[in-house]
């Protein structure tokens, strides 16, 4: 394995550093590269998900997963996250929820379709396989929040046949299957983890062999889908707690469960994840919410915004995103940090990469596909060697993949 601990006999050759960064490309290029999660944007996102190099007046408004930045990334695979956010759980609510990701799949479909020779869906992680030998890059549907399954289960069924294979049954917010690790202005626990629904959502998931997802759930519903699943889990976007305090990061205690699981954690470029506030950083947030009258204790990125008016909300956020874009950004270093704490605490086999592109995750070094060269630059630079940086890119989710596969049942 590749882990630093390790690290003196896996150094690469001395050589400088054109030749190290001629080396990664190669490397790079060699294996294949998956990203476990990144979201569809529509013509109603919201203008910060979208990739804009230097400013948001400029005319270049487009995806951060743009096919032209999957080629020069070299990405290989990519999870593609039909998903909502919260909202109402009444039948409004979640028809609008259903319209949503119905048209993202619709997206998913047409970006697919209008690129042939470069991009096909994969339904399998032997479609995965056989697509990077062929030189396309697979996409795999993911689901994410079962809000928009309102209380049907068998609503999975037809999300399966529709080709997604990733579910994960929380955003932020509970709905009626799991307690969400970001509880907005709802009670702190709805169900206490998974409700009667949320675990036959986990037999369903498993007896379909898709992969289920752990990000973004509550800490109780985490270890009861672990504790329920009868294969290994991702999380697909999650980073380290002990680095970076936040409900949406895992603790040392839920990597160790990972790994007991045999699941894969998939590291997020999201700055909010990677770095803590400083003292003085969480002095400035506090005094600015306080101009909302909320309390100057938060848990950072703070989602306690649901009882403000809808203006107010709408202020709160462009205050806190003038804020927090004067704090310094996270390097690629920073993001690697946490790849190396979850390999030094639970082993190469259990972390991977997942971008979270396009729902406002990226940073300098990291900040589209066309950069994760950058991320296997640093790795080498670190002495993971090719088979270590291999697994971490694709290796460790597609053995999870095909593991979710053997649980299916046949009819």
Not at 18 to 33: C, K, P, Q, T
Not at 78 to 107: C, F, N, Q
Not at 207 to 218: H, N
Not at 330 to 359: E, K, L
Request: hydrophobic share 45%; no cysteine; net charge neutral.
């Amino acid at each position: 394995g590749g882990a630093p601990a390790a690290a003196a006999a896996l150094m690469p050759p001395a050589f400088g550093q054109a030749g190290r960064r001629a080396d990664a490309e190669a490397l790079h290029r060699r294996i294949l590269v998956l990203d476990a999660h990144a979201d569809v944007l529509l013509s109603a996102s919201k203008t910060q998900y979208y990739h804009v190099p230097d400013s948001y007046l400029l005319p270049d408004k487009s995806s951060r997963i743009a096919v032209r930045r999957l080629v020069e990334g070299g990405i290989d695979a990519i999870t593609l996250a039909v998903s909502v956010g919260p909202g109402p759980m009444d039948a409004a609510g979640i028809k609008a929820a259903r319209a949503e990701a119905d048209a993202k799949l619709a997206v998913i479909r047409q970006i697919v379709a209008d690129h042939p020779k470069r991009l096909s869906i994969a339904l399998s992680a032997a479609d995965v396989r056989r697509l990077h030998r062929e030189g396309r890059t697979g996409v795999i549907i993911g689901f994410q929040n079962a809000r928009i399954l309102g209380d049907d289960v068998d609503q999975l069924d037809a999300f399966y046949r529709g080709g997604a294979r990733v579910f994960a049954l929380n955003h932020a917010g509970h709905n009626g299957f799991s307690d969400s690790s970001r509880y907005l202005d709802g009670p702190a626990a709805l169900h206490r983890g998974l409700s009667t629904l949320g675990r036959a959502a986990i037999t369903r998931l498993n007896d379909l062999g898709a992969v289920i997802d752990v990000s973004q759930m509550s800490a109780a519903a985490f270890g009861q889908t672990l504790a329920q699943s009868r294969a290994p889990v991702i999380a697909s976007h999650s980073n380290v707690d002990a680095l970076a305090p936040s409900v949406r990061n895992l603790t040392d205690a839920q990597l160790d469960a990972i790994k007991a699981n045999g699941g894969v954690v998939h590291v997020t470029p999201f700055a909010a994840f990677i770095l803590p506030l400083t003292a003085a950083q969480r002095t400035a947030v506090g005094k600015m919410r306080a101009k909302y009258w909320m309390s100057e204790t938060f848990v950072y990125p703070s989602d306690d915004i649901g009882n403000l008016s809808s203006a107010a909300r709408t202020g709160y956020i462009d205050d806190m995103g003038v804020l927090t874009e004067s704090f310094a950004k996270p390097t690629v270093a920073n993001y690697i940090d946490h790849i190396d704490y979850i390999v030094r605490r639970i082993g190469i086999a259990h972390v991977g990469i997942g971008s979270d592109f396009d729902h406002g995750s990226g940073i300098p070094g990291f900040n589209s596909a066309s950069d994760a060269p950058n991320v296997t630059a640093e790795l080498l630079a670190r002495g993971y060697d090719e088979q270590a940086i291999a697994a971490i890119w694709g290796g460790n989710f597609l053995r999870v993949f095909e593991a979710a596969e053997e649980t299916r049942v046949r009819a």
